[in-house]
């Protein structure tokens, strides 16, 4: 067990019987005493605790403040004094060749006060401001300092510091941060800990689902709702996820529920085919019947681009943005012969019905072989 020797020290005045150095014993007795000297004798004594530095500041209180492993029962005699001559190396720790335990004399050589013999853990504590915690905005939360029952001396000076600069018990914020109090006992005994405070503000419009969503046959979509602090969410599935995997069309709705508002937002989603089969005649007859005039084909992705070539490969007709309106007719809109053409079709596939914008898609392309007739 760790013990703490603590007390407040001031030389009154200096000579040279008198050592320079101070230190703490725990022991019943100091051997021999020299009645009326001014020192005592005693052989192999070592000081459990001792002070480094000289004692020379005969105008200021100094606190002593060491720690040592107890040896024995500490029930007894705490013994403060100077432990060996000027001449002699400190010995903290060691068994001394030959030492003196030096009294502090019948006159008041040094002035001791509020001395302290206690366990390390004694003065061991912790402080806690609670949680993260999250207000509505216009409103307000106390803060306090809880400090546990650890701390077992007989201080009793408590002083608080907070990161507003406060030094109350408690504090009252309204604003978002993070925030820290040090609590003190007797003013040298600390301890520390920090809180955030989130601000709810005004509640948002929806939780940004999209008011309709297409999705792939055979294809699952996530619907995904926006994230707010501290909220918790309820599908009409019955899921509590921000986001929810569906597989079946319909509408589905989701509640954002928060300490100071809820939210509701909803979807419609539609299942279509993403990739069919596509469907292109290999013939059209543009000749004025009413019927079967233009070439037209079914399934192709938009946007579309068609190429048309002729026999020696010469491009006769293009659009890059094709509306199954190509009459027959050349790239100076003059009737084309009746006979064999070559086509090209060029698309965007999208693995998904609903791309980001932007987004190219993969170009694909389909060729054929296509005869005019009139």
């Known amino acids: 067990m760790t ?39 005693s052989n192999s ?39 060996h001559p000027d001449t002699e190396p400190q010995i903290p720790n060691q068994v001394a060749q030959s030492s003196n335990a030096y009294h502090l004399g019948l006159s008041p050589l040094i002035w001791i006060c509020a001395p302290q013999l206690y366990k390390a853990t004694d003065t ?37 510091l907070w990161s507003t600069g406060s030094t109350q018990p408690t504090i009252s914020v309204s604003s978002p941060g993070t925030y820290w109090v040090e609590y003190r006992i007797n003013g040298r005994f600390k301890a520390r800990d920090e809180i955030v405070v989130t601000v709810l503000g005004a509640p948002p419009a929806d939780l940004g689902l999209p008011e309709n969503l297409n999705m792939c046959e055979d294809q699952p979509e996530i619907l995904s ?32 529920t928060t300490p100071c508002y809820e939210v509701t937002d909803s979807v419609r989603v539609q299942s279509v085919p993403c990739d069919r089969p596509f469907w292109i005649p290999n013939a059209f007859t543009p000749n004025q019947n009413g019927s079967n005039e233009t070439f037209r084909f079914e399934n192709v992705p938009s946007p579309i681009t068609l190429m048309v070539y002729n026999r020696w490969g010469q491009m006769v007709y293009f659009s890059d943005d094709y ?26 596939y999208f693995a998904i019905p609903n791309p980001p914008p932007g987004t190219p898609g993969a170009l694909k392309e389909v060729t054929g072989v296509l005869r005019i007739y009139y």
Not at 76 to 82: E, F, K, P, Q
Not at 226 to 238: E, I, K, N, Q
């Open 3 to 41: 013990y703490v020797v603590e007390f407040l020290y001031r030389p009154w005045y200096r000579n040279t019987h008198h050592p320079i150095h101070i230190g703490t014993l725990i022991s019943d007795n100091l051997g021999s005493i020299r009645v009326g000297g001014t020192f005592i004798w």
């Open 323 to 348: 509306q199954h309106d190509w009459d027959g007719s050349d790239l100076s809109g003059t009737p084309l012969e009746a006979g064999v053409y070559t086509y090209k079709i060029q698309y965007r």
């Open 124 to 160: 061991i504590f912790s402080v806690s401001l609670g949680p993260d915690t999250t207000i509505c905005l216009g409103q307000s939360v106390n803060l306090a300092a809880v400090y546990d029952s650890g701390f077992k001396l007989l201080d009793t000076a408590q002083t608080w």
């Open 45 to 83: 004594h070592t000081p459990d605790t001792e002070l480094n530095q000289p004692l020379t500041d005969t105008a200021n209180w100094t606190r002593y403040l060491q720690s040592f492993v107890a040896d024995g029962d500490t029930s007894r005699r705490l013994v403060i004094g100077g432990f």
């Open 225 to 256: 709702a926006d994230v707010l602090p501290g909220a918790t969410y309820r599908w009409s599935t019955g899921d509590s996820l921000p986001t929810l995997r569906v597989s079946n069309p319909g509408s589905y709705w989701v509640t954002a």
